[in-house]
């Protein structure tokens, strides 16, 4: 599938090929429709909040179910849903501090064709 994918801080994304996530335990794989650019993914590209790299940027997400991991309930495949990618532990200082987007849990992947995500 096709996905922006940061590479290096201070680079602009590059659009390549990389393969579909398949949904584990508890998780939906999400069919994107559309993406939102959201001050969080800028500071990933200018260095500001750190991350590991290579990155799929976006956390702010709409589209459909297209398919269910083992354990999610609640959904069937064509359901159409809003994705916020900053959940975290829920558990970490970060998480406490009610700054759940800087939490190492969080799932970006927005800017692909498709995202697994946890379905609660």
């Not at 799929?56 to 359901?79: R, T």
Request: net charge negative.
């Amino acid at each position: 599938m096709r996905a922006a994918v940061l590479r290096a801080v201070g680079e602009p994304l590059s659009m390549e090929e990389v393969p579909t996530p398949e949904p584990g335990a508890g998780e939906v794989l999400v069919k994107i429709a559309a993406a939102g650019v959201c001050h969080s993914d800028l500071h990933l590209v200018d260095g500001s909040i750190p991350s590991g790299l290579p990155l799929i940027l976006g956390h702010e997400n709409s589209g459909w179910v297209e398919k269910l991991g083992p354990g999610a309930d609640g959904y069937a495949p064509g359901d159409p849903v809003v994705v916020f990618g900053g959940w975290g532990c829920g558990r970490c200082a970060f998480c406490l501090g009610g700054e759940e987007q800087l939490c190492g849990t969080e799932r970006w992947g927005g800017l692909a064709r498709m995202v697994a995500m946890r379905s609660t």
